[in-house]
């Protein structure tokens, strides 16, 4: 191939191994090499790094990026340097001389990408160093941490807007994945990015399924998901409280999976352990509260699972946005029940917030509601949510997968809600579902229920299809629950045209689910060699991150391993042509991999250690 003219895209194939761009990465890229400024608005694993760093590469001078978190910092700095980048990053875990011999590499333009917080670029003395520094570009990443609204603000960030009066030559580039419009205005406002052009893509994450389960036995669902399509994958599993989070962890280790928890309330040294692990480890499964996350950048993500609902849609983007980074097909999995809507109700009734506020929770958690009810598609509502449209359903969500049935739940909601009313609306669901099945409970007696006029109008009815009518009706707001927090349900203006016959409903049908076949998952071949070799290449892959000291996927990706599997490169030149296979990693790692695939053509070939 020739590269006289296209030095972007030699560097892509060279120093990344990557054979096309994504999609806008062509156009950011270069208007940054023309000197351009830009705000780049992209998902989680939408490919943001190489809009800055192929013009810094490209561009003479050192790229330097503004991150919020070492963390992140050093995993991309580990990354480039596998790739044959001279990357660093300029932090206060440097010593004396490494600060120095960064300092000077980049006063000789012998280094291609300098990453630093904003505090640290701010301090006079490195203002004073770029100065006299040839500097290709500034790039400002997590630029929604300017936003003064959003959960991430750092107040440092809105220091940054002096670089365009300081370094006037010096093309900007802000990118962040949090997608609605004021925040983007903010950016543009706060980093005095007057003139930047703004490049949106699309906020889908196609290969991320969609998937909402009603609540059975939850333990035992999540259970049988993660077995049955993630048995030795790395995923996080969400919970509500730091208890849940405890329990769930400990259970799912004493069934044998590396689970570790992760919350506020454990000691940071533990905190800081457990990420470590997950991020330097295969198929670890963190569970955590909404604590977790900021500033996880493992591409190999294959699972997020919520056990309990999520606050908002824009909640449940973020968190399951996590998963499938790397692009190979990642499983969003939420398990909901009636006693989620009622706790997050609860939640919302009895915070300090003034009411104004609550008013807006309560729409979001609608929302959220509204999402878990579908019948149609996931995505396109996901996706609406957030201002886009898509023509058709996605055909990856569990309602596209599997069509949810209706039925016509319009006599037995009568029932139900003239039941909560001859109550006198003082009751939660358990009790409400008794009297109409008729039930023996005491109390029922004692109240003197067993002579209302429902008492056992709905004993045609098992319990579980009560449960689910009750959780479609309060998540519809055809009721409520009391805001003092004791459960009780009550009938809501909404329900009167259904309590007066002048309305009908049509329900989910729960109940029987035809028995998933399991799936083929990203990382699970369907011949047994193609997933004995994928156990070899991944063996090999983790010796030599161990070596190095760096996690797995700083050395190849999955979806690298994938395709060596199925293309089975057979020398140096094939092996150089697999996606995410630079000329730096084929110096170093390609014999080893080229060994193992060699032996796999044998007959004779058996894994080792199996
Ligand atoms: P973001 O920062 O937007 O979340 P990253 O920059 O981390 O995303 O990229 C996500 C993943 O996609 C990374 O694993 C990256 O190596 C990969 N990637 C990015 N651009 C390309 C491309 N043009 N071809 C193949 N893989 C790419
Ligand atoms: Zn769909």
Known sequence: MDHRFDPALECLHRVFGYHDFRGRQREIIDHIREGGDALVLMPTGGGKSLCYQIPALVRSGTGVVVSPLIALMKDQVDALREAGVRAASLDSTRTGAEAARIRRDL????????????????????????????????????????????????????????????????????????????????????????????????????????????????????????????????????????????????????QGRDALPYHAGLPAETRRLHQERFLHGEGVIIVATIAFGMGIDKPDVRFVAHLDLPKSLEAYYQETGRAGRDGLP??????????????????????????????????????????????????????????????????????????????????????????????????????VIDVLRGGADERIRRNGHHRTSTYGIGADLPAATWRSLFRQLLARGLVTVDEEGYGTLQLTEASRPLLRGESTLELRREGVKRRAKAKRTATRFDDPDDQALFDALRRCRRQLADEHGVPPYVIFHDATLVEMVEQRPADTEELAGITGVGERKLERYGDAFLDILSTSHHPAYRPSGE
């Open 330 to 431: 990642a499983n969003a999995w939420l398990a909901y029940g009636l006693q989620d809507v009622i706790t997050l109700r609860q939640m919302v009734d009895q915070s300090e917030a003034d009411e104004a506020r609550k008013r807006v929770e309560r729409g979001k958690l609608e929302a959220m509601l509204a999402f878990c009810e579908l019948t149609t598609c996931r995505r396109q509502a996901l996706l609406q949510h957030f201002g886009e449209e898509l023509d058709e359903p996605c055909g990856n969500c569990d309602t596209c997968l599997e069509p949810v049935e209706t039925w016509d739940a319009t006599e037995p909601a009568r029932k139900a809600l003239s039941c909560i009313y001859r109550t006198g609306q003082r009751f939660g669901t358990g009790y």
């Open 107 to 254: 006063l000789t333009g012998e280094l291609d990408l300098l990453y630093l917080a904003p505090e640290r670029l701010l301090m006079d003395s490195t203002l004073e160093l770029l100065d006299r520094a040839p500097t290709a570009l500034f790039a400002i990443d997590e630029a929604h941490c300017v936003s003064q609204w959003g959960h991430d603000f750092r107040p440092e960030y809105l220091q940054l807007s002096i670089l365009g009066e300081r370094f006037p030559g010096v093309p900007r580039i802000a990118l962040t994945a949090t997608a609605d419009p004021r925040t983007r205005q903010e950016i543009l406002a706060r980093l005095a990015l007057n003139r930047a052009e703004v490049f949106v893509s699309s906020f889908d994450r196609p290969n991320i399924r969609y998937r909402v389960t009603p609540k059975g036995n939850t333990r035992d669902q999540l259970w049988r998901f993660i077995r049955q399509e993630h048995p030795d994958d790395a995923g996080i599993v969400y919970c509500l409280s730091r208890k849940r989070v405890d329990e769930t962890a400990a259970w799912l280790a004493s």
